[in-house]
């Protein structure tokens, strides 16, 4: 059942963890009839179920919408708020002026992060770094972060290119990725996630239309960002 489900799979370790401190407690509590070892076993007992909410991993059959099922959409990267959409040159891996789409997940988001749209990823690098506030401007170069490249060849057109950046944040500390380079992904796949809240920066090519404005909240694999 956790194969399928690999977000909860990371979590499964702190949820036995915070469990086992729970029932010790509340065996601490019956032999010693003291009130704090009641009460450490409640607190654990809310740690175990706030871990299980963190560490959700929903299905997601994706809504129909903007314009259904069209093979040029790019959907979100991200559960959470858009901070930002700015142009901006992308020297990494797209090597042109880009779009950047920024999204903060809070520590009340789905944490699994979903393939933008379906290709080969192409280019990936890990970035080690700070471990600064994700809603700084910084956080996009100095962070910590692992950049995946995507690219989408079809026979008679040009190949399509995107680009996008799981970045560690003040309290996250760890950024899973289940994919490895020149592996395919589907759109809207599970690739990865980032404990603890964070943000995922998507970069577009400048003339894709994007739909999404500063402020909206988005859903992974759900959202329609804009369209290649």
């Not at 009460?39 to 560490?55: A, G, K, N, P, R």
């Not at 901070?83 to 520590?107: G, Q």
């Not at 995922?200 to 290649?228: F, N």
Request: net charge positive; hydrophobic share 45%; charged share 25%.
């Amino acid at each position: 059942m956790l194969r399928n489900y690999p977000g909860l799979r990371e979590g499964m370790p702190f949820v036995i963890f915070f469990l086992f401190l729970c029932l010790l407690a509340a065996l601490l509590s019956s032999i010693f009839k003291q009130y704090a070892f009641a009460c450490l076993s409640i607190v654990f007992f809310m740690l175990t179920l706030f871990t299980l909410y963190f560490f959700r991993d929903p299905d997601r059959a994706r809504e129909q919408v903007g314009k259904g099922n069209d093979l040029r959409e790019v959907l979100s990267p991200a559960d959470g708020r858009v901070l930002d959409v700015i142009e901006i040159f992308e020297p990494r891996y797209l090597h042109y002026p880009a779009k950047r789409v920024s999204i903060f997940m809070s520590i009340f988001n789905v944490h699994v992060n979903r393939s933008p749209v379906e290709g080969k990823i192409e280019y990936l690098h890990y970035n080690p770094g700070k471990f600064m506030s994700a809603f700084k401007e910084k956080a996009s170069l100095d962070n910590e972060q692992i950049s995946i490249g995507v690219i989408k060849k079809s026979q008679g057109e040009p190949d399509k290119k995107l680009l996008f950046t799981l970045i560690a944040g003040l309290i996250a500390r760890r950024i899973v990725l289940w994919k490895k380079e020149s592996d395919q992904v589907k759109k809207g796949e599970r690739i990865g996630m980032i404990r603890f809240g964070s943000r995922v920066d998507l970069y577009l090519p400048r003339e894709a239309e994007v739909m999404i404005k500063k402020g909206q909240h988005v859903m992974a694999g759900k959202t329609v960002i804009g369209y290649w």
